[in-house]
């Protein structure tokens, strides 16, 4: 009896590490739709002068989409004033937590301010539930009055538990 549940949990243990491999990694909201150039155009153009196709000036985004893990890297920079700043940091800090909530049970994060606590300078956050776990990171980076730096980097993986 013994070597027989032995050998049907073997046979179950390769089934599942057989089926984990065979599935597709689930790419999450959060992946799919934050930080792209026509989201951060969507956030920014209620708090810019400009129209909204001049707000983001340049950059590029490198991603790796593997089996078991999915990762983007967005360097962006945007013309944004000052003034307008904290006000397009909250708005992307809401979204990125609405949108991990609407795929992920768990959130743990921090925030970081500049020289005033309404002055969101980044956060970042690592989520799981669902079928996949991952780690969110925004810096902002001022480099005029009229200019800032904003970095995104998404990381998933499949959730192992």
Do not use: W
Not at 93 to 117: F, Y
């Amino acid at each position: 009896m013994l070597l027989l549940t032995t050998a049907v949990g073997a046979m179950v243990a390769v089934f599942v590490a057989y089926y984990r491999q065979s599935v597709p990694l689930v790419k999450s909201r959060l992946y799919e739709e934050f930080g792209t150039t026509e989201y951060l155009r969507a956030v920014g153009a209620p708090l810019h002068s400009r129209p909204p196709q001049l707000l983001v000036t340049n950059g590029t985004t490198h991603t790796h989409e593997g089996s078991d893990a999915n990762c983007r890297v967005s360097e962006r920079t945007l013309g944004l004033p000052r003034q307008s700043r904290p006000e397009f940091m909250r708005r992307l800090h809401q979204d990125a937590v609405g949108l991990i909530k609407t795929d992920h049970r768990s959130l743990v994060g921090e925030l970081r301010n500049g020289q005033t606590k309404d002055d969101l300078q980044g956060f970042t956050y690592r989520y799981r539930g669902g079928k996949t776990r991952g780690v969110l990171h925004v810096e902002r980076v001022d480099l005029s009055d009229e200019e800032m730096h904003l970095s995104i980097v998404i990381y998933e993986h499949a959730d192992e538990r």
